[in-house]
C-alpha cells in the first residue's frame, strides 16, 4: 500500500516562507510526476505546481517566482518551498504522486494534506 503523507504547514504572515515536504511510502517501481495542489475554502483544488523524474517542473501563473517545487528521487519526496507569501495562498495544500508498481501499471496516489494558513 502506497502513502504520500504532507508536513511543514502552518500559519505564516504575509511576505514570509514556508517549505512544504510530501514523502511517499510503501512498495513500488518507481514514481514518474509529482505535484502540489491547493485548495482553499469554498474553491476548487487547483494545481500549483508539478515536476516530472527527470525535474521538469511547471507552475500555476500565481505562484511563479514565487514558489518552487524540488524532489528527492532517492528518498521519494516532493518539496514545495513557498516564498513571499500572501493572504491569497491561504488552502490546504496537497501533494500527489503518478506512482508505478511492481506490474508497472501507473496510479495516481494523494496525500492527506497541510494547511497553509497566511496572515495579512
Known amino acids: 500500500q502506497v502513502q504520500l503523507v504532507e508536513s511543514g504547514g502552518g500559519l505564516v504572515q504575509a511576505g514570509g516562507s514556508l517549505r512544504l515536504s510530501c514523502v511517499a511510502s510503501g512498495r513500488f517501481f518507481s514514481i514518474n510526476a509529482m505535484g502540489w495542489y491547493r485548495q482553499a475554502a469554498g474553491k476548487q483544488r487547483e494545481l500549483v505546481a508539478t515536476?516530472?523524474?527527470?525535474?521538469?517542473?511547471n507552475y500555476a501563473d500565481s505562484v511563479k517566482g514565487r514558489f518552487t517545487i524540488s524532489r528527492d528521487n532517492a528518498k521519494n519526496m516532493v518539496f514545495l518551498q513557498l516564498d513571499s507569501l500572501k493572504p491569497e495562498d491561504t488552502a490546504v495544500y496537497y501533494c500527489?504522486?503518478?506512482?508505478?508498481?511492481?506490474?508497472?501499471?501507473?496510479?495516481?496516489?494523494w496525500g492527506q494534506g497541510t494547511q497553509v494558513t497566511v496572515s495579512s
Open positions: 500527489n504522486g503518478r506512482v508505478v508498481g511492481d506490474l508497472k501499471y501507473e496510479y495516481l496516489y
Open positions: 515536476i516530472t523524474s527527470g525535474g521538469t517542473t
